[in-house]
């Protein structure tokens, strides 16, 4: 990996949660936007025009389309069986790895989109047993230089950090403008500081994500538990003391809470040691693969999208 300083010079890295961005992308754009075959590419043109977007308003030298290679690892899953599994595809074969509910002319844009951009030569990353939240954690805290996350996922905001120049860009609609999320937004937004918010999220809980959270208590006192007591283990370690301030039904719930609340940390908080494979970062000027590249153009209908791509790619 090559992102960081290179000649005294500091290297600004984006990561995309590459799916969040692709879905987003698949809502944003009207499925009448179609291949010459009459196939949907919505997705498709909606995430490349994204990727032009962002190039154009953030400049980034380097870039890394982080992929889910497991959307929901076991791992997590034995900690919380209940996690993601409402997204789980009713069709999955049993004994066979779950499979996302996806929308049934989303799925076969995901082969072009990832084909399309090993073509253009942007880095590509995914790791098996994780998902790319768990990529992009890695990736940011071994940067040396900023760090822009384009995420429609909440769960990212973990990593913010104005002391790295880590933060968010977290699109407000569709494939539009995104929200700038620093240090003070989610202090503003959530109560909480970032390094706090994974506990904040385990104690509340997210049915997007399947995670219970602790009955009784929402956003607000969530954050002022987590406020009072510093962090989930102070929290927990107030329940268990009866002279706390704690009102008798939230230390009832924190207590009844107790198997959910051993493993739902780190079910939250995403991965900073994946072994990553060695790849580069560098945001190219031109094409990698300009044939293959001009093929999946004509098939895919995608001579719009690419071209302005590749002139913000080429300034």
């Known amino acids: 990996m090559g992102c960081g300083i290179i000649g005294g010079v500091t290297r600004r890295l984006m990561l995309l949660d590459t799916s969040s961005l692709y879905y987003r992308a698949y809502f944003g754009v009207p499925d009448t936007v179609r291949a010459p075959d009459g196939t949907p590419v919505n997705a498709v043109r909606g995430l490349l025009d994204f990727i032009s977007r962002l190039v ?106 104005d002391k790295r120049g880590v933060r968010v860009l977290y699109p407000r609609k569709g494939v539009g403008d995104c929200d700038l999320v620093d240090d003070e937004l989610i202090r503003t937004k959530y109560g909480v500081r970032p390094d706090q918010y994974a506990d904040f999220a385990a104690l509340r809980g997210d049915t997007s994500d399947g995670l219970p959270g602790v009955k009784g208590i929402g956003e607000k006192t969530a954050a002022q538990l987590i406020n009072e007591y510093g962090d989930l283990a102070g929290v927990r370690a107030a329940a268990a003391d009866r002279f706390s301030r704690l009102t008798p039904a939230k230390r009832r719930g924190i207590l009844e809470a107790a198997d959910y609340l051993d493993v739902a940390p780190k079910v939250v908080r995403v991965a900073m040691d994946v072994a990553l494979p060695a790849f580069d970062p560098t945001l190219p000027s031109e094409p990698l693969d300009p044939a293959t590249l001009e093929e999946l153009v004509a098939r895919w209908g995608l001579a719009g999208a690419t071209g302005r791509l590749l002139a913000t790619l080429h300034r």
């Open 56 to 161: 154009h308003d953030h400049r980034p030298d380097d870039l890394v389309a982080c992929m889910d290679a497991d959307w929901r690892p076991q791992w997590r899953v034995d900690l919380i069986p209940s996690y993601k599994a409402h997204r789980v595809a009713e069709e999955t074969p049993a004994g066979q790895p779950d499979e996302e509910e996806t929308p049934d002319t989303l799925a076969p844009q995901v082969p072009v989109i990832d084909a399309v951009l090993d073509a253009l030569g942007i880095a590509r990353v995914g790791v098996a047993g994780y998902e790319a939240d768990d990529v992009i954690g890695t990736l940011s805290g071994l940067a040396s230089g900023p760090v822009d996350i384009v995420t429609g996922d909440r769960d990212l905001f973990q990593l913010v950090d």
